[in-house]
């Protein structure tokens, strides 16, 4: 049973700026719902006497030299961008009113 409204799922297009129509806002409700609903399956699953384990990859921290390079020429950068002002790029602002994230 889905636990997530599709309020919950209009508030979190408007904090990721996304805009949906009405039938996509129904669609990710029971998607969302249907994710919900396989992790909470994951209660049911007996994990007593299993070790915790942190990685089931066998990865290891591969490390390089750290070497100097040269960077990228502000000139050339700058002369690409779309917009900029007072030596900066401009981008859009992320929060109109601060948000409430």
């Given at each position: 049973?889905?636990?997530?409204?599709?309020?919950q799922?209009?508030?979190v297009?408007?904090?990721?700026?996304?805009?949906f129509?009405?039938?996509?806002?129904s669609d990710?409700t029971a998607t969302f719902?249907?994710?919900?609903?396989?992790?909470?399956m994951l209660?049911?699953?007996?994990t007593a006497?299993i070790s915790?384990?942190?990685?089931?990859?066998?990865n290891?921290n591969?490390?390089?030299?750290?070497?100097?390079e040269?960077?990228v020429?502000r000139?050339k950068?700058m002369a690409?961008?779309?917009?900029?002002?007072?030596g900066?790029?401009?981008v859009p602002?992320?929060?109109?009113d601060?948000?409430?994230?």
């Open positions: 049973m889905s636990q997530i409204t599709e309020e799922v209009k508030h297009a408007l904090l990721s700026k996304l805009e129509s009405e039938e996509e806002v990710f719902g249907k994710i919900i609903d396989m992790v909470e209660d049911e699953v007996d006497g915790f384990t942190m990685n089931v990859a066998d290891l591969f490390m390089r030299e750290d070497v100097a040269e960077g020429d000139d950068l690409a961008v779309p917009e900029k002002q007072d900066f790029i401009k602002a992320m929060l109109s601060g948000g409430d994230a």
